[in-house]
């Protein structure tokens, strides 16, 4: 283009067939020509369709009458010093036309020198981006707000908090980050259906918004979990804190109004809040996301409907979990788990049985008591490989303990998690286990807890029968601190209650404890149940439950729990 033969400034010009202008006239760009002194001198068809000039309008103007007033001085300057040291610019411009539309437009002006190297003009193609535009602004939205609740999403949020973090190096002022979880939801939405809970979500996003001031940000996260970035609070963290506090109850109290769900159905929402201060760069987004997280955990933690702010010590703690989980990760293949025996011993005091204890060892460290790391493993699920290791381990100890005659008759208890239980192959790992190790299934007990029975019953009962049938017993342990009701005890197969060990404490002392324990030996004498106490430490304990019918014992004053071998060696002596 650089080498293009300006026409004369005539109107008539511009249809010439035939001509280099016909051809610009086909194409879809508009194409614009202007002498040195940026007077334009010949327009195409697309141009006038564009902007709304027509040639007789236009010839003789300068770009000029086409600014929108958007882009700065600094801006043209930059274009035209690209035009002068490289001859050529191309960029997004916002132009007005002539009805007065603001549109932008992709520009590209090159400059035309004559074989001296003179300037002879210019030429300018640009094109409507507009619908471009649109589409990219789509693309903007979906990609940084919530489709639902119209929210800033996950993405902007984190972006809009960098940015804070940053601000916030300069005014020195603390922010806050509150992560905000709707309670049960998930129940309203299973029971009322997504419709209406896409409705709750909807309302409760126009409460945050209006919850907030314009300077801070309310987003969605996913799923019912909401966020609220608020900047500019007090320097003084103490300050801060209040503020950001006063903030996280004033939506607590306006997410509690009735929202009008269904026909004559309000729902009253609550919600539970994590809140973490922050100011300038000192944390990363990850981080501040992270300890906001480990608040909203605490506050779900202390019975949700309730704000809670991150502190070190909450740190601290999930560092250690952390550490014990990614030790608990090996500790299997690294052979790190232990079993204790604890003998159990009838009412003449003769030994009848033990209990296996397990315990983690960790190299080099203090021996890991079971309160510890089950939990860890329960929530982890790694309790589903461990617990088969201790199913295992005490098959083979049944075996050894078959082939002597004094210990054949002796019964291995193991307990058995709630989430090892309800693998769906827990029955085929039991009958596996007994088949591989030829042991005779009554000598194993699988000690289950209450709280095992309280959900999907049906399952439950099923797996215990089959257990049963293969001739596994079932002790129900720490009976008494659950909600086991008799009529609901005598669907299960058990064999055995065993009292928890916080009744047999105090029996000798504590007249309700006592009355407890009678009526829990009581009951297993009526449904036929042998009733064994755990935790017996003295004589006076003894005594008490010998006296009313406690036939069978566990506890200090027997032995405590000694690892295998060395219960084993006892055994021999
Ligand atoms: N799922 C699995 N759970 C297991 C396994 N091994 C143990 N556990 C459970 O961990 C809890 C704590 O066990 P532990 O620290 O071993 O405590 C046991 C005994 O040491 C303790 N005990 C026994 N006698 C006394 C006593 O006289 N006084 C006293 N203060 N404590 C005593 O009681 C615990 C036995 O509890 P229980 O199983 O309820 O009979 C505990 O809940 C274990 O169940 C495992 O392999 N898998």
């Given at each position: 283009?650089?080498n293009?033969?300006?026409p ?29 002194a ?9 141009f ?9 309008e236009?010839i ?9 007033g958007?882009?700065?001085?600094i ?8 035009l ?7 960029g ?5 036309r002539?009805?007065g ?6 520009l ?5 020198n004559?074989a ?5 003009g210019?030429?300018a ?12 602004s789509?693309?903007q939205?979906l990609a ?5 609740t119209?929210?800033?999403?996950r ?7 960098a940015?804070?973090?940053a ?28 419709d209406i809970?896409?409705h709750?979500?909807?309302?409760i ?5 209006q919850?907030?001031r314009?300077?801070?940000t309310a987003?969605r ?25 006063t903030i996280?109850?004033k ?9 009008p ?5 309000e729902?009253y929402c609550?919600?539970?809040i994590?809140?973490?201060l922050?100011?300038?760069?000192e944390?990363?987004?990850d981080?501040l996301l992270k ?5 909203l ?14 502190d070190?010590?909450m740190?601290?703690?999930l ?15 690294r ?25 983690w ?6 021996l ?9 493993a329960e ?8 617990g ?5 381990s005490?098959?083979a100890t049944l075996?050894r ?16 998690s ?6 769906p ?11 591989y ?11 289950l807890?209450?709280?095992l029975?309280l ?8 797996k ?6 293969l001739?596994v017993?079932f ?31 105090d ?12 009526a ?19 004589d006076?304990?003894y005594?008490?439950?010998?006296e ?16 295998l ?9």
């Amino acid at each position: 283009m650089s080498n293009f033969e300006f026409p004369e400034a005539s109107a008539d010009d511009s249809v010439a067939p035939g001509s280099q202008h016909a051809i610009l006239n086909q194409i879809g760009a508009a194409v614009m020509l202007t002498d040195p002194a940026e007077r334009i001198l010949w327009i195409n068809e697309a141009f006038s369709r564009l902007t709304g000039y027509q040639t007789e309008e236009i010839i003789g103007r300068t770009p000029k009458i086409l600014a929108s007033g958007r882009q700065s001085p600094i801006f043209y300057s930059r274009m035209w010093q690209a035009l002068d040291s490289a001859g050529h610019w191309e960029g997004e411009i916002w132009n007005r036309r002539k009805n007065g539309e603001i549109y932008p437009e992709w520009l590209i002006i090159r400059r035309c020198n004559d074989a001296t190297g003179g300037i002879t003009g210019y030429v300018a193609t640009f094109s409507d981006i507009s619908k471009l535009k649109h589409a990219e602004s789509e693309v903007q939205h979906l990609a940084f707000y919530d489709p639902l609740t119209a929210l800033p999403n996950r993405r902007l949020l984190r972006d809009r908090l960098a940015q804070a973090c940053a601000a916030g190096k300069r005014s020195n002022g603390h922010g806050a980050l509150l992560i905000i979880d709707i309670d049960n939801f998930k129940i309203l939405n299973d029971t009322l259906g997504h419709d209406i809970g896409d409705h709750l979500l909807i309302e409760i996003a126009c409460r945050l918004r209006q919850s907030i001031r314009q300077c801070d940000t309310a987003a969605r996260q996913g799923g019912d979990e909401f966020a609220v970035m608020l900047e500019d609070l007090d320097p003084h963290p103490q300050s801060a804190a209040v503020s950001a506090e006063t903030i996280a109850e004033k939506i607590r109290e306006v997410l509690s109004h009735p929202v009008p769900l269904t026909e004559g159905h309000e729902h009253y929402c609550t919600a539970s809040i994590g809140v973490t201060l922050f100011r300038g760069g000192e944390k990363s987004v990850d981080t501040l996301l992270k300890q906001a997280d480990i608040a909203l955990y605490k506050a779900k933690e202390a019975g949700r409907n309730a704000t809670r702010f991150f502190d070190q010590a909450m740190q601290t703690t999930l560092d250690h979990r952390a550490g014990l989980e990614a030790g608990l990760r090996h500790a299997l293949a690294r052979e790190e788990f232990v079993l204790y025996a604890q003998p159990q011993v009838n009412a003449e005091g003769a030994l009848i049985g033990a209990e296996l204890l397990l315990r983690w060892q960790p190299p080099g460290q203090a021996l890991v008591l079971p309160n510890d790391f089950i939990p860890l493993a329960e929530e982890s699920g790694l309790i589903v490989p461990i617990g088969l290791w201790v199913l295992h381990s005490a098959c083979a100890t049944l075996r050894r303990w078959a082939a002597d005659p004094r210990r054949a008759g002796l019964a291995l208890a193991v307990n058995v998690s709630a989430r090892q239980f309800r693998q769906p192959d827990f029955v085929e790992q039991v009958a596996s286990a007994l088949s591989y190790f030829s042991i005779a299934p009554q000598r194993l007990k699988l000690e289950l807890t209450e709280s095992l029975l309280l959900d999907k019953v049906d399952e439950v009962v099923a797996k215990m029968r089959a257990l049963h049938a293969l001739g596994v017993c079932f002790s129900l342990d720490d009976f008494g601190t659950g909600y086991a009701s008799l009529a609901y005890l005598k669907r299960f197969p058990f064999e055995q209650l065993k009292i928890d060990r916080s009744f047999i404490r105090d029996i000798a002392s504590d007249p309700d404890d006592a009355a407890i324990v009678r009526a829990i030996v009581a009951m297993g004498d009526a449904l036929r149940l042998d009733v064994v106490a755990e935790g017996v430490e003295n004589d006076a304990q003894y005594a008490y439950l010998t006296e009313h019918g406690c036939r069978a014992f566990q506890g200090y004053l027997f032995g405590r729990p000694v690892p295998l071998a060395e219960f084993e060696t006892r055994l021999e002596s």
